[in-house]
């Protein structure tokens, strides 16, 4: 194998771990921002995130049930605004990814993960929730963006009391 072509496999192979990381950080900066979808939350920083052709769809009898599907970035838009609005929807929102499996085939990827939702309602009612995440994304003028994010329920549990408890924490005496 000559020099040039040892190297030039090097450098693909650094472009494909570099996206893949910026694909995974994509994900996740989308999850911090959920986590705090509140009254008069500005949602362009959450948006910024999908391509304009963007598709966001809950799949499977649960999901496709209560979110649906929504065609690009305004109809993406209209759905979380929903959560903007008074009533605040959610007193506490955390989401957890793990099980990450993500493929970049140049200026397209595709990640899987499985997530875990940890949600306190404004009024009080707790839900431990599970989904299967299947996210494309497409990278538009070097920044990657979700062009097709998919989640279907593995489970929903109520909870019987609020996820944060505000007693203070046990800590040994002195």
């Known amino acids: 194998m000559s020099?040039?072509?040892?190297?030039?496999?090097?450098?693909?192979?650094?472009?494909?771990?570099?996206?893949?990381?910026?694909?995974?950080?994509?994900?996740?900066?989308?999850?911090?921002?959920?986590?705090?979808?509140?009254?008069?939350?500005d949602l362009e920083p959450l948006l910024a995130l999908f391509t304009e052709d963007a598709v966001w769809e809950g799949l499977g009898p649960r999901y496709a049930g209560s979110f649906g599907r929504c065609e690009g970035r305004e109809a993406i838009r209209a759905m979380f605004e929903k959560y903007t609005l008074p009533p605040a929807h959610f007193a506490l929102n955390v989401h957890f990814l793990t099980s990450e499996k993500v493929e970049v085939q140049g200026e397209q990827a595709q990640g899987n993960w499985v997530l875990l939702q940890t949600s306190t309602y404004a009024d009080g009612c707790s839900q431990l929730s599970c989904a299967l995440?299947?996210?494309?994304?497409?990278?538009?003028?070097?920044?990657?963006?979700?062009?097709h994010f998919t989640t279907t329920s593995r489970f929903n549990r109520p909870v019987e009391t609020p996820w944060d408890n505000p007693r203070p924490l046990p800590v040994p005496a002195e």
């Open 133 to 147: 995440l299947k996210v494309g994304f497409r990278c538009e003028q070097g920044v990657w963006r979700i062009a």
């Open 3 to 41: 020099e040039m072509s040892e190297l030039q496999q090097l450098r693909q192979r650094v472009e494909a771990l570099e996206s893949a990381r910026a694909v995974s950080a994509c994900l996740h900066e989308y999850m911090q921002l959920c986590d705090y979808l509140d009254e008069g939350f």
